[in-house]
């Protein structure tokens, strides 16, 4: 094994995976399990 190759693992920056959130559109249900629309019952909370 040549001693430049030792230290590779913890010098070479690691890649994190971004995780993009999914869109939630004002007519579609409430992800929260409400049954109501988001626009009447979280999306609300946003707007204020």
Do not use: R
């Not at 995780?19 to 988001?38: H, L, Q, T």
């Amino acid at each position: 094994m040549d001693e430049d190759g030792i230290f590779d693992e913890f010098t070479t920056p690691k890649q994190i995976p971004l995780v993009k959130e999914k869109k939630i559109y004002p007519n579609a249900p409430c992800p929260c399990g409400s049954g109501k629309k988001y626009k009447k019952c979280c999306g609300k909370q946003k707007l204020l």
